[in-house]
């Protein structure tokens, strides 16, 4: 089984592809303003080093967010773009899923993303499992620094998760023929139309 799978939500880029022959990364740290250019490079050079086209991947897999609104869109339209040329199926990873996938606790726990300023994304998980209770915007009052696990842009999980998580899902059969973006509030250009 092929999977190709993609994270452009955050400052790092991550681009990972688990083959027959094994598993490849490419990573790029403090690019977010570069996602764009270096987005297709990136999937190019990886189906180079593992001698695979497009048409051998059998699943897609993309971060859907929360995250930047213009990483997730572009990653979400990319794999949207593959599966549709190929046929294949998607698998919609999410931010909160793809940290709390290794740290799995055995007490219902919250998995937060530092927003700054006092605020967080967060997801409730249920304990032992990666169902999610309930997801949405929180503040610094409803966490528990002694349970609950909260996220910096660099440790958010490790890359291994985007490749495990997508099989984990595929394994379930949750997979879909169309990614869509898991965005927690309005873009700051929806905000500013409103007013």
């Known amino acids: 089984m092929n999977i190709l799978a993609v ?8 681009v990972g592809l688990k083959s027959q022959k094994g598993i490849y990364f490419k990573t790029f740290e403090n690019e977010l303003k570069k996602h764009n250019a270096i987005l297709l490079p990136a999937i190019e050079e990886i189906l180079n080093k593992s001698s695979l086209k497009l048409f051998d991947i059998d699943y897609f897999a993309v971060n859907t967010g ?6 997730i869109r572009l990653g979400v339209c990319t794999i ?23 740290r799995i606790k055995g007490y219902d726990y919250k998995v937060f993303i530092d927003c700054l300023n006092g605020n967080f994304y967060g997801a409730e998980f249920e304990k032992s ?10 503040t610094e009052k409803d966490i528990n620094y002694d349970k609950d696990i909260i996220l910096k842009q660099k440790e958010f999980y490790k890359k291994e ?4 998580l997508s099989e984990y899902k595929i394994s379930r059969k949750e997979f879909t023929d169309y990614a ?7 873009s700051q250009a929806e905000r500013e139309l409103e007013r």
Not at 7 to 14: R, V
Not at 66 to 71: D, E, H, R, V, W
């Open 129 to 138: 499992t990666l169902h999610k209770i309930k997801a949405g915007e929180y």
């Open 180 to 186: 869509v973006p898991s965005y927690y509030k309005k």
């Open 161 to 164: 998760n985007i490749i495990e």
């Open 66 to 71: 929360p995250g930047s609104f213009t990483g």
């Open 7 to 14: 994270d452009s939500a955050f400052e790092m880029l991550l």
């Open 80 to 102: 949207n773009a593959f599966a549709f040329a190929t046929g294949k199926k998607i698998i919609e990873l999410d931010s909160f899923s793809l940290s709390a996938f290794d």
